[in-house]
């Protein structure tokens, strides 16, 4: 088993609907939850980052942990073409700096 | 700022042949790590460095894979007798010290490798 699991998608919905991203994990022990944002030919780059259960939101996106589950989702409201990219999700333990990454999920956000 | 800069960004080479990427982190971060990015696999840990501490080199996948970072700052990532199945994207990404909060990694636009 995997330590993340994340649907690789494609995943295509219409300009201003809302996106619902997720993955699901294995160990108990992670604590810190991150989602990182890919356009192509381009390296990830951080959009949110979370160690508590619960919702934490910055704009239009919101992330969601729960840690009984162990699972975690990324909401986009109001979705836009510009939102078109892979969303990899990532988690770590403090005191071990590997972050473990999801496969990503290519999102297309249709005009 | 100047971000994680990666060269080259393109890197055609025959099977067999070593290659050598190169990665400048962001000026002040310590910690530096090394991910490979293959297609329908997520990104894979390679290496890590921080500050002057031994590397973790626990996700190099063979001996043809090694690393250096000279000066703490820019590091080289070599791949020796190159096989078809290392074409991937090679990721290079730094952070501030280990401990401080919120210390995300910048990543770098990487190297695409392709071995024929």
């Known amino acids: 088993q995997k330590e993340v699991e994340q649907d690789p998608g494609p995943l295509s919905v219409p300009e201003g609907a809302i996106v619902s991203l997720n993955c699901t994990y294995s160990n108990s022990a992670f604590q810190y939850f991150m989602w990182y944002r890919q356009y192509s030919r381009k390296g990830p780059e951080l959009l949110m980052y979370t160690y508590s259960s619960g919702n934490k939101e910055d704009g239009r996106f919101t992330a969601q942990v729960d840690k009984s589950s162990k699972y975690i989702s990324l909401f986009i409201r109001d979705s836009q073409p510009s939102d078109s990219a892979t969303y990899l999700c990532a988690i770590g333990m403090f005191g071990n700096e590997k972050l473990t990454f999801g496969t990503g999920t290519r999102l297309t956000i249709i005009p | 700022g100047a971000g994680v800069s990666q060269s080259p960004s393109n890197k055609v080479t025959e099977k067999g042949k070593d290659v050598e990427l190169r990665c400048d982190p962001i000026s002040g971060h310590t910690a530096l790590y090394w991910y490979r990015q293959s297609l329908g696999q997520g990104l894979e840990f390679l290496i890590y460095?921080?500050?002057?501490?031994?590397?973790?080199k626990s996700g190099l996948p063979s001996d043809r894979f090694s690393a250096e970072r000279t000066g703490g700052s820019v590091s080289t990532l070599t791949i020796q007798r190159t096989q078809q199945e290392d074409s991937a994207v090679y990721l290079c990404a730094s952070s501030l010290p280990i401990g401080a909060t919120n210390s995300p990694l910048h990543f770098g636009n990487g190297t695409r490798l392709t071995v024929t």
């Open positions: 460095f921080q500050g002057n501490s031994a590397p973790d």
